[in-house]
């Protein structure tokens, strides 16, 4: 049987999560910014209950397309709000949109959603080596910075928790215990590329 986080439990779901996409660097401005709008609708609630949620979140928010969701006007949030695949909370739609923008913004001014966020780790995800998931923080100082240069940006349901919590989800700290099966699997994702040395 197969070791792994002990956070992701028996549910098939939550482990399909956990062995395929949580830890593994996303460079998709698409992706990062559905990673984004996730986690803060995930804000007093559990991870789990968002997944299960993911694929009407994805028909609700047009594929997560924040060129579309920046634009999103009074009948979208109204439809949304009507929509019971998702978290029905107008603060956190509300955000969704007014993130969109802000991703927008993000772009004019370094090109890339993926550009601005990685550059916090020099683009080289962390590599921790945690022996349990009670060594885990809920946050640290990179995630400070991240957060409070978000809200700056106008971005809400960024606190310094979510964005710990999304820099795991995405790669940017490979934060699997080491005696997880896919911590190695997940480091040796992050090395660099010698196929190509001169």
């Given at each position: 049987?197969k070791n792994r986080?002990?956070w992701?439990?028996?549910?098939?779901?939550?482990m399909a999560?956990?062995d395929?996409?949580?830890?593994?660097?996303?460079h998709?401005?698409?992706?990062l910014f559905?990673f984004?709008?996730l986690?803060g609708?995930?804000?007093?609630?559990?991870?789990?209950?968002?997944?299960?949620?993911?694929?009407?979140?994805?028909?609700?928010f047009?594929g997560f397309?924040?060129?579309?969701?920046?634009h999103y006007?009074?009948?979208?949030?109204?439809?949304?709000?009507a929509?019971?695949?998702?978290?029905?909370?107008?603060?956190?739609i509300g955000?969704a949109i007014?993130n969109?923008?802000g991703?927008?913004?993000?772009?004019?001014?370094?090109?890339?959603l993926?550009?601005?966020?990685?550059?916090?780790?020099?683009?080289v995800?962390?590599?921790?080596a945690?022996?349990?998931?009670?060594?885990?923080?809920?946050?640290?100082?990179?995630?400070?910075?991240?957060?409070?240069?978000?809200?700056k940006?106008g971005?809400?349901?960024?606190?310094?928790?979510?964005?710990y919590?999304?820099?795991?989800?995405?790669?940017?700290?490979?934060?699997?215990?080491?005696?997880?099966?896919?911590?190695?699997q997940v480091?040796?994702?992050?090395?660099p590329d010698?196929?190509?040395?001169?």
């Amino acid at each position: 049987m197969k070791n792994r986080c002990t956070w992701c439990g028996n549910d098939p779901l939550y482990m399909a999560y956990h062995d395929n996409e949580w830890g593994v660097p996303v460079h998709d401005d698409r992706l990062l910014f559905e990673f984004l709008v996730l986690e803060g609708a995930q804000a007093g609630l559990s991870w789990l209950t968002i997944l299960r949620k993911r694929e009407n979140y994805r028909k609700a928010f047009h594929g997560f397309d924040y060129n579309r969701i920046a634009h999103y006007a009074d009948k979208d949030v109204n439809r949304l709000l009507a929509d019971a695949g998702i978290v029905r909370n107008r603060l956190k739609i509300g955000s969704a949109i007014k993130n969109a923008q802000g991703v927008l913004d993000i772009q004019e001014q370094y090109g890339s959603l993926d550009a601005y966020l990685w550059r916090y780790v020099d683009g080289v995800p962390k590599q921790n080596a945690w022996k349990s998931m009670a060594d885990i923080p809920a946050n640290t100082k990179l995630s400070d910075a991240m957060s409070k240069d978000l809200k700056k940006r106008g971005f809400n349901f960024v606190g310094s928790t979510i964005c710990y919590a999304f820099m795991q989800a995405v790669g940017m700290v490979n934060d699997h215990t080491i005696d997880c099966f896919r911590y190695k699997q997940v480091m040796q994702l992050t090395q660099p590329d010698t196929s190509e040395t001169q």
